[in-house]
């Protein structure tokens, strides 16, 4: 079970003194969707100055992302429920994410083919998404489909995007993703074929 990379310590740090209180692992999860949604609002502008609070929204929403589970497990609140409700919200907001980009790209170097790779590279990641919780659920260790290391998960790549926004640098990540985000998906795929 993940809950031991350096976000998670913080945001289990972060999230102790409302255990106990009126906020609820899934009030945290509502504000992590809504702040991943404004963030994919403002990647869509394909306005600068709209990508800066885009980035910082972003590492916001993403850092909810971890503070949610770990008021849940402080709080012994998991639940089927809460565990759907936070991982849908997540897969959809990261999907929606390279959609928005594709989107607001599109009247940039990349013209209209910014919204195909943006379709693309939101419907792999979502699949490659999916399929890892399947890969998850089928070994049944509790372990996670693609473990990190050094203190960080895997997933904490999300966190790199708000500074790739300031930089400037959405356009190569949309192609990367566009590229990775496919092969990703099948080699989880072949993973899952093989359990």
């Known amino acids: ?31 992590r969707l809504l702040t991943g949604l404004a963030a994919c609002a403002a990647f869509a502008t394909g306005d600068h100055a709209y990508a800066i609070w885009g980035g910082a929204l972003w590492i916001l929403s993403a850092f909810l992302d971890r503070a ?18 936070d991982y849908t919200s997540d897969v959809a907001v990261t999907a929606l994410f390279f959609i928005a980009v594709g989107y607001g790209l599109r009247h940039g170097p990349l ?49 790199l ?10 356009p190569p990540l949309l192609i990367g993703a566009a590229v990775g985000g496919p092969a990703f998906a099948l080699w989880t795929w072949l993973r899952l074929r093989r359990v």
């Open 68 to 85: 949610d589970g770990e008021l849940a497990r402080l709080a012994r609140a998991q639940s089927q429920g809460g565990h759907v409700f």
């Open 111 to 159: 013209g209209p083919w910014a919204v195909l790779l943006g379709i693309v590279s939101g419907i792999s990641v979502a699949s490659a998404a999916l399929l890892s919780e399947a890969l998850e659920r089928r070994t049944g260790n509790g372990e996670k489909a693609y473990v990190g290391a050094g203190g960080f998960d895997f997933d904490d790549i999300l966190y």
């Open 161 to 170: 995007f708000g500074p790739v926004a300031w930089l400037s640098l959405l």
């Open 1 to 31: 079970m993940s809950g031991h990379s350096w976000t998670h310590r913080l945001a289990r740090v972060m999230v102790k003194p409302l255990v106990g209180g009126p906020v609820t692992p899934n009030h945290l999860t509502m504000l």
